[in-house]
């Protein structure tokens, strides 16, 4: 086993990774500048299959173990990011796409609007802010279909070159700004942003390929980006809509993306907004939104291999991205489902869901004959669930200050809205170890200590002692760990045994 101890709240932190202990002054551990807002999920593409369910019961049970913040045992996800479909009929790739991947798009042809287009995601996307989710950012995985060279909202022929046609920058713009004014007026949805890109400067977005992307050289991101700030203005929803970007699946890329952007693009993006599957430099990423004045969110993670169906790289994910990015306000999960008709307990998404037809082209609506409506909860849920169900909106992420060292690997500190303390641990290996925190600003209480491992699913399994400001704890092989320390912890301890009789 492996000893660590941490001493925070107090006078220092102390990290045993040896015999001997680093002190550090804990003056420098302070909550970061912004408050965190919470997690959310992207609804590309399960809710294209959930939002078909005829099921009504089933469909409300999903939404509230999603979204609704007062269930006991939900995700209470504060954010989603609706997909922008470019999809139509036309598209000479309709075929291959993977379920609930081609997304239709409102404009099927330049000037001939479909507003009756997606209703299975919009479905999800009401739900979900009627149990009272409150960000919402809409992104395009692609222009439509026939604004693009290859005419296929799959990609251009080679994944390298830039598949919006010169000529239709101003009308994708518009699109976009277009649809988000419908959202706006008529739907009551006012997105807090739009993005025309997604991962736009990776070559993987070929003609043939079996979901949406358009590759986009860093210039013409700059470009479309300047001309949808433009669009938004003229649709008037520019003082209530702004734009995000650069959706890099790195960080790094990310950060390039940005240095090569116009000084208009950036004027126009009020999020600065990256994937985190790849890249390091989160401080320079932070630096950057900071800097501009901008809001800075994490837009896009998934997994689903490894232990835990994917939870322990998720979770180290998470603390990853917490911990780098001190303004960090939104994280974002790729897949809250998988389209599984077989319901499968592996795969990317939370749940496995089922689905009725959804295939390129077809409808995702299920009839009464074949109402689906089932889900399976996977593991990986649970390793979200330890961060999502504590670390609430108004909370603030602990930071050491400049020029001291950061705390160890999986590790995150945090103050809740509720006036708790949170301390998140993983422990990745294969084996268990033990840590001791010290100096808690709780001198006599009980610490709850939530553990997601292969037999815990976000269960509270113990009530730790805090004697002196002292906790020690045991955290078992391949876990997620969540430590929850109110302001009257005392609450929460059994009441100590009688003494023996004399």
């Known amino acids: ?29 302070a909550p970061s500048a912004t408050t965190f807002d919470g997690f959310g999920t992207s609804l590309c593409w399960w809710a294209r299959g959930v939002g078909g369910w005829s099921n009504t019961t089933a469909f409300d049970n999903l939404m509230d173990l999603l979204f609704d913040p007062k269930h006991p045992s939900g995700l209470k996800l504060n954010q989603v990011r609706y997909n922008i479909g470019g999809g139509v009929s036309s598209d000479p790739d309709l075929k291959g796409f993977r379920p609930g991947a081609w997304v239709p798009s409102y404009e099927t042809a330049s000037g001939v609007w479909d507003w009756t287009q997606d209703a299975e995601q919009r479905r999800v996307l009401s739900a ?13 995985n692609s222009p439509p279909a026939w604004m693009t060279v290859s005419g296929s909202s ?32 008529s739907w009551n949805t006012t997105f807090d942003a ?6 736009a400067a990776n070559g993987w977005w070929k003609t043939g390929g079996s979901q949406e ?16 700030g433009a669009a938004l203005k003229a649709a008037g929803v520019g003082g209530m809509v702004t734009v995000a970007g650069p959706e890099e699946n790195s960080i790094d890329t990310s950060v390039k993306s940005l240095q090569a952007w116009s000084d208009d693009a950036i004027a126009a993006t009020g999020i600065i907004t990256t994937h985190t599957y790849n890249g390091v430099n989160r401080l320079g990423f932070n630096s950057f939104a900071v800097d501009h004045g901008k809001r800075l969110w994490a837009s896009e993670y998934g997994t689903g291999s490894g232990p ?35 319901l499968n307990p592996a795969g990317w998404g939370l749940t496995a869901a089922s689905y009725c037809g ?15 409506g089932e889900f399976y909860v996977r593991q990986q849920f649970f390793a979200l669930r330890q961060f999502s169900a504590y670390l609430l909106p108004g909370s603030r992420v602990l930071h050491p200050a400049a020029g001291q060292p950061a705390l160890p690997p999986n590790t995150l500190l945090a103050l809740g809205p509720n006036k708790t303390t949170l301390v998140f641990l993983v422990n990745p290996t294969a084996g268990p170890t033990t840590v001791s925190l010290d100096g808690l600003a709780v001198e006599t209480g009980c610490a709850e200590h939530i553990l997601t491992d292969a037999t815990h699913s976000t269960a509270m399994v113990q009530l730790v002692p805090v004697t002196g400001g002292k906790l020690a704890a045991t955290l078992p092989a391949e876990s997620v760990n969540t430590f929850v320390l109110r302001s009257d912890p005392g609450a929460l301890c059994p009441p100590p045994p009688p003494p023996p009789p004399p």
């Open 1 to 29: 086993m492996r000893l660590y101890t941490l001493r925070f709240l107090a006078s220092a932190i102390c990290i045993h990774a040896h015999a001997t202990p680093v002190p550090l002054n804990v003056a420098r551990l």
């Open 128 to 140: 979900a802010q009627r149990r009272g989710v409150r960000f919402t950012m809409a992104f395009s």
């Open 154 to 185: 799959t990609g251009s022929k080679s994944g390298s070159t830039d598949n919006l046609k010169d000529t239709e920058y101003g009308a994708f713009a518009e699109y976009l700004a277009n649809v988000t004014a419908h959202f706006h007026a």
């Open 194 to 199: 739009v993005t025309p890109i997604n991962e």
């Open 213 to 228: 992307g358009c590759h986009f050289e860093p210039g013409s991101e700059s470009k479309i980006v300047a001309a949808l």
């Open 308 to 342: 835990l169906q994917g939870g322990i790289q998720l979770a180290q994910r998470i603390i990853q991205d917490l911990a780098g990015m001190p303004n960090l306000q939104v994280w974002t999960l790729w897949q809250a489902a998988d389209l599984d008709n077989s």
């Open 358 to 372: 959804c295939g390129g082209g077809q409808s995702c609506k299920c009839s009464e004959q074949t109402p689906a």
